[in-house]
């Protein structure tokens, strides 16, 4: 087990130095001065060359990089190139929602999944299975923006149950914080539980034709209970894989999300930041995203050998 | 939650409601909502105009300002005495006046915050407006002095702009994220990405306003701006960014909708110097083949004033010279057939993001393929456009509004984006900016907008206009927008 993870662990910190270099490569080379940006069409050059001076943006491109990767490795990410804050609070302060939300919306997702999956599986071939799939189908093919708006314009401006978005904060209370994210937090689940719930499905359905599986029931047990102590387990390697998958599908949804919803997550903080060419910014949410990515997938990896006691000695 | 629950919340949000009716309470907060958020909030170093909308006139008053009709009318100067040669300016300034932390305000400041914008190293975004200011005098704590190198007929006009308003040396190393000013509103907190609390200065010099505190939100999605106004989770929505949305909004009770003008010159900006825009000949022959009230109906669902030149026209010194161009594709083709392109030409057409642009760039391209030019349209976000477009001076045709105030100037600069070099306008330009006398002035701006109109400098569309919703209940809000600002102190909730 030490060893798997060791592996898996130095694989991660290979990622996440390639991913630092082909971050901060993309977003220089995109075209857009940052200074420029914040002066306008009426800056002249000299106010140009004082903010450019004043930002540190006279400095070459490699020395950037280094100053970037090292303040980085000691947790300082710089200071945003328009709002002139540390970057290190701002995504702090972002991470308050955006977290809570992903958290909630992968919450949502499991709930509804697994469920279905089960009920699906356990009445393969019948109307239904045949309703779970359609209506998970019809759950993948929606966008979860179109289906945002939907939700707004029925329960917010109809219902009036909830605000068309913003988030008050969470010092107003925990349950005016969740109330604010459910409907965001519905507009991102309902499409990944759709997955979600196909891939429960069929995996189910692969370890329920297996030998063991006919054994279990041979040797006594119900259907269900057969499903639960041995089709479940077995079942969950795909679904974990797919979860991981998820977690990086959710914060990357939320950046659509949370512009709908207007609410002031990373999604949003990163769409401002490209807009003003607040480069810094960019970089270090991006960088940031990557490494929950990279984790979240590294403790998947763990996560299999937990359930997979095969994959412990494997190497 | 059940729904019960909410049920009876919301019937004891009528009763309260009641209540509050019956004993004729006015609501005294507002939440306004804003496209975009601003980048941090000192007025004096950026170009946003998200910071001017939350922060001008409300926490930032300069000498002069600007009034919602566009007159300017004496700030946190009282009074002001020219001298005989036009070079010297007095102001005297009014007592009493105190910034929020408590400090009072003297010419001290004044000195300060106009050395500072002039400085060398200064990061103001439109330093041009102090051009020509050769010193700053405080000549005792309620007056100070302005020594100009030579007359200017729009130093008080330029003073009344957000990047010259007054600001204090004590505070001046927070102004970004908590600016200190002298106006009617305190900076209370910004959530960076959802709002900014404004409340009520006390200790305020002029009247007190009505409303008690200001929230701004930040709302950019057009379908997001719809549904938070329908919500009513809004008071007031400034530029309202769906103009199709409008009519529903004017049907319903709840609202109203505010159309103003701004000073936003909406134009299609032809680089002058490329080929075969060169040619005044092709520069005339887009100007036919353009259909401008197409453009104002696809585009802006009706909302918005043709122009045909460079001119504002609500501004008094504006002459109609929509004339010089009307809509006539035969003769756009005639032209560009003596101009030796009779199967017409290639260029592009870069749009940034405004429905302006975009919407109306794609009519715009419909209507140059009548008369066989072809614009390849290239969507562009703006800080690419900056880079290309404006500073590059890599494009064909672009679409912008020009939004700045009184800003013919421009084709003064052969340099800038759209290169237009005419001697001629330029020595127009240095006599206007010399000339005090407001009907000379006014003579020499209508000059000025004759010769760009003949010219064909740029495809001259259709005057932005304002559009902003609010509750019924709302009054006192600007319909036009002479500078960006939601000027506060005049808003309040009708009984």
Known sequence: MLRYTLKRLISLMLSLAVASLVIFAVIEIAPGDPAQFMLGVNAQPDTLAALRAELGLDTSKPDRYLAWVGGMLQGDFGTSYTYRTPVAGMIADRLWVSLPLTIYALVISILLAFPAGIYAASRRGRIGDAAMMGTTQLGVAIPNFWFAMMLVLVFAVNLRWFNAGGFPGWDKGLRTGLHALTLPAIALALPQASILARVMRSALLDVLGEDFMRTARAKGLSRGQAIWRHGLRNALIPVLTIIGLQVSFLLAGAIIIEQVFYLPGLGRLIFQAINARDLIVVESVVMLLVFVVITVNFMVDLAYAVVDPRLRTRT | ??????????????????????????????????????????????????????????????????????????????????????????????????????????????????????????????????????????????????????????????????????????????????????????????????????????????????????????????????????????????????????????????????????????????????????????????????????????????????????????????????????????????????????????????????????????????????????????????????????????????????????????????????????????TLMETLNTTTDPGERDALLQQAQQIISEDYVNGYLFQLAKLGVAKAGVQGLWLNAPTAAIDLTGVSWSE
């Open chain 2, 1 to 426: 939650m059940g729904i019960f629950g909410l049920k009876s919340v919301r019937l004891a949000g009528a009763l309260v409601v009641g209540l509050w009716s019956s004993a004729a309470y006015a609501q005294s907060d507002i939440t306004i909502a804003l496209q975009l958020e601003p980048p941090h909030l000192d007025p004096t170093s950026a170009a946003a105009q998200a910071i001017d909308s939350v922060v001008y006139t409300n926490v930032f008053e300069g000498l002069t300002r600007f009034m919602g009709d566009g007159s300017i009318v004496p700030g946190l100067a009282e009074s002001w005495e020219v001298s005989e040669d036009g070079k010297t300016y007095t102001f005297k300034l009014r007592e009493g006046v105190a910034f929020h932390d408590g400090a009072p305000m003297s010419a001290e400041d004044v000195k300060f915050s106009l050395d500072r914008a002039r400085a060398e190293d200064s990061a103001n975004a439109q330093k041009a407006l102090f051009d020509g200011i050769a010193e700053v005098t405080v000549l005792d704590p309620a007056s100070v002095q302005l020594t100009l190198d030579e007359p200017n007929g729009s130093l008080l006009f330029n003073l009344a702009w957000g990047d010259a308003v007054i600001v204090s040396e004590a505070s001046i190393a927070d102004i970004k994220t908590n600016p200190v000013g002298t106006g009617a509103y305190k900076f209370a907190e910004w959530v960076q990405g959802d709002r900014i609390d404004l409340t009520r200065n006390d200790a305020y010099w002029g009247d007190a306003p009505a409303l008690e505190s200001a929230t701004f939100k930040f709302i950019s999605d057009p379908t997001a701006a719809f549904a938070a106004v329908m919500a009513e989770d809004v008071d007031v929505f400034d530029n309202f960014p769906a103009p199709e949305n409008l009519p529903q909004f004017e049907a319903d009770p709840r609202f109203q909708v505010l159309v103003g003008s701004t000073e936003g010159e909406t134009i299609l900006s032809t680089n002058n110097k490329q080929q075969p825009f060169d040619d005044l000949r092709v520069r005339q022959a887009i100007a036919h083949a353009i259909d401008r009230q197409a453009i104002i109906d696809g585009a802006m669902f009706g909302y918005g004033t043709p122009i045909g030149s460079h001119f504002a026209p609500h501004n008094p010194a504006y002459v109609d010279l929509t004339g010089n161009s009307p809509h006539d594709p035969d003769k756009a083709r005639a032209l560009l057939a003596e101009a030796g392109h009779p199967e017409g030409f290639e260029t592009t057409l870069h749009l940034p993001p405004p429905s302006y642009a975009r919407r109306g760039g794609e009519i715009i391209a419909a209507q140059l393929a009548e008369v066989g030019i072809t614009a390849e349209i290239i969507n562009v976000e703006w800080a690419q456009w900056l880079e290309s477009v404006f500073k590059g001076k890599n494009f064909g045709l672009t679409i912008v509004s020009h939004t700045e105030p009184m800003d013919i100037g421009i084709y003064a600069r052969p340099d800038y984006y759209f290169q237009y070099d005419n001697p001629e306008f330029q």
